[in-house]
């Protein structure tokens, strides 16, 4: 079993639609979540931190669930330019900032 | 302000070549960290170190070796390249043990015939 699991997509919407992404991860020891984007044949960059009481950036909430280790993300108004790779990352138990990557979401937004 | 640099940008190998990847960063960050990037394998992590003069073993390091060469920069060696080894690898690098935002480099794109 993958550490953290993603539905790989592609997620194709339109523009102005709302999205949503899931992931789940298997260690409970994990602290920190995160969502990191991609562009294709780019280099991954933060898109945001996972807060357990819930956080919003914009058009972006993320949520996270301990109980059923579970987190999501919500993209409202869907741009063409969110078009990318989503992934879900946590830190490697309670190892300061070691990472572990989904395998990503494939987002694709059309006109 | 560069960030993370890598070179090369593409590279093809025989099999049993042996080649180095190079990683620079200039934002005076102490951790850095090489991955691998398959398709629908996510990013696995080669080998990582948590400051200067350490290295440590990831999820993956078989057929790797690396060197901390100083503060900035950490290379990433081949030594017998199997065709199992195309991926594209990125390097990263993160400041503080509580900052978990990890900086990429670019990216290198190598395929092994």
């Known amino acids: 079993r993958k550490e953290v699991e993603q539905d790989p997509g592609p997620f194709n919407v339109p523009e102005g639609a709302t999205v949503a992404f899931n992931c789940t991860y298997s260690n409970s020891a994990s602290q920190s979540f995160f969502w990191y984007r991609q562009d294709c044949r780019k280099e991954p960059k933060l898109l945001m931190s996972?807060?357990?009481s819930g956080n919003e950036d914009g058009r972006f909430t993320a949520q996270l669930n301990r109980a059923s280790q579970y987190i999501s993300l919500l993209i409202r108004d869907s741009k063409l330019s969110d078009s990318a790779t989503y992934l879900c990352?946590?830190?490697?138990?309670?190892?300061?900032?070691?990472?572990?990557f989904g395998g990503g979401t494939r987002l694709m937004v059309k006109p | 302000n560069a960030g993370v640099t890598q070179t090369p940008k593409f590279q093809v190998l025989k099999t049993g070549q042996s080649m180095t990847l190079q990683c620079a960063q200039d934002m005076n960050h102490n951790s850095m960290y090489w991955y691998r990037q398959d398709p629908g394998m996510g990013l696995r992590l080669i080998y990582y170190s948590a400051s200067e003069g350490t290295t440590d073993k990831g999820e993956v390091p078989n057929g790797y070796n690396v060197s901390r060469l100083n503060k900035r920069e950490f290379s990433l060696r081949l030594e017998s390249a199997a065709p199992s080894q195309t991926s594209v690898y990125f390097c990263?690098?993160?400041?503080?043990?509580?900052?978990?935002?990890?900086?990429f480099g670019p990216g290198t794109r190598l395929t092994v015939t």
């Open positions: 990263a690098s993160t400041g503080t043990s509580d900052s978990y935002e990890q900086y």
């Open positions: 996972v807060y357990s």
């Open positions: 990352v946590v830190t490697i138990g309670n190892a300061g900032n070691m990472l572990t």
